[in-house]
């Protein structure tokens, strides 16, 4: 659970927010809050470095951003962006996992050393694809820590007490303490790096005013999925990231509950769509990618005017050969289920011409 990298007191605030929990759960609360407790002294450092050399920093280039539901194909978008090291650099799971201390604790640290031997070469629990500390991952995942509003990690903690007004959601993602602290996240990046950030999170969906307003030449590509698959897969994954970081006891999410915020995430997208400049974002198939994956890659970047180089080709290549048999997660579609998803994600289906 990344709660343990916060600050004591958004920790604090939040626990006293949610106040519920589950009582198997004690001890992992216990742990948090323990580990918590002893990287305060490292995380008020990293403030203070953070205050003095980088928050007056400039945005080199305004981030590319790469969002769409979960499960719906940001995660492979990624990791193939990711390897044009010429043009992007990219959070990582060890940055994104530590928010709060990997400047002052960077990959030369103690820190960052020991979790390598410990963690070393895994893969996801949920999907199967390779899991190191060194590769990509999604912001969303520093929002909490740095005493951010995430919907998603707020539901997968929290599950019992978590915020589900839809409006409400739209409102927090937007106001002005989220707007801080994603400029502070991406100055901190850009202080790493001294690049262009390679952003993905499905979260951005509800953040895109925002993300206009602070960003205003970023360039965005939504990707969506055929709501069978994921619906099916947000239930996989949901049963297991909840037991893993759940601090309050729930049932996991039903069908009708996944479909119907598919089809508000889908809407509020659309909505923020709107708030851009038509040469500004792209929209995207997963379906599409996964068949021809240089050739969308290749669009993307025409689109954008990203300069397309042979390296970025020849890694590309060699990345997508290395995981040539990967197999993907299979779930079985009964009659009543399909139509229940089709019900609530019709618009969707109809869209991008996604067969029933």
Known sequence: MMLFSARLEVLLDLLLKHRHFYPPRYFKLAMTLLICVILQRSIKKEERFYQEKVQHLDIIEDPVFITGHWRSGTTYLHYL??????????????????????????????LYKLLNRLMGVRTRVIDNMELRLDLPQEEEWMYPPEGGFSYILEKLIFPRTAITDYNKIIELSNDKKTKEITLKIFKKLTYAYHKRILSKSPGHFSRIPALKELFPNGKFLFIVRNPYDVVLSMMHAGKILGRMLSLQRSEPDDITSIAEFLMFYFDTMHKHIQLLQPHAYMLLRYEDVIQDPVKNIENIYNTFGFSYTNNFEKSLRGYLESVKDYKRNRFDLGADTKDLIYRHCQRIFDEYSYPR
């Open 81 to 110: 962006m990711s390897l044009d090291v010429d043009n992007f650099a990219y959070p990582t799971n060890y940055q994104c996992f530590f928010p709060t201390l990997y400047l002052t604790f960077n990959e030369q640290s103690w």
